[in-house]
């Protein structure tokens, strides 16, 4: 069984109450989200899924779930689900320039750490002793080609 791998980071939005949405790039969204049950509050199956959002009932958070290799499309998708999420807990009109603002916001953070999960297995591949130089290129295209294959994205 593979390791889980994530990397997390949390985006703020004070002038949204201090609104919180939790990105998480993880190797395996489906064990992340579940990881998660208790904050969460459900339990639902994501293998296979390329992205995940979830809204916090209640609360001034969001969750997002990304895999390594989602693609520019599916990660706007995923991060307008939360700013319309965002809005609506705020009671805020949906005005074109705020949302696109705000909107361009969360895309740009979200690219930024699935970026950041890449190079650091990149990192991690061209330091493994167990592959050999021609090897690396191939385990890179395997270590996306698995999550960019299935293009389904789940909305909770």
């Not at 993880?26 to 459900?42: E, N, P, Q, V, Y």
Request: glycine letters at 10%; one cysteine or more.
């Amino acid at each position: 069984m593979e390791h889980l791998q994530e990397k997390v980071k949390t985006v703020v939005f004070p002038v949204f109450s201090e609104y919180r949405v939790v990105l998480v790039v993880s190797s395996d969204i489906d064990a992340s989200f579940k990881k998660r049950h208790g904050i969460l509050g459900t339990n639902y199956n994501l293998a296979g899924c390329e992205a995940a959002h979830q809204a916090i009932p209640g609360k001034m958070k969001a969750f997002l779930f990304f895999r390594p290799g989602a693609t520019n499309g599916t990660v706007a998708h995923e991060c307008w689900h939360t700013i319309h999420k965002m809005f609506g807990a705020v009671g805020a009109c949906l005005d074109n320039e705020a949302v696109a603002y705000h909107l361009g916001y969360l895309v740009d953070k979200t690219t930024d750490l699935i970026t950041g999960y890449l190079v650091g297995a990149s990192r991690q591949t061209r330091s493994s002793t167990e592959l050999s130089t021609t090897g690396i290129g191939s385990a890179g295209r395997r270590f996306r080609s698995g999550w960019t294959d299935t293009r389904r994205s789940l909305r909770l």
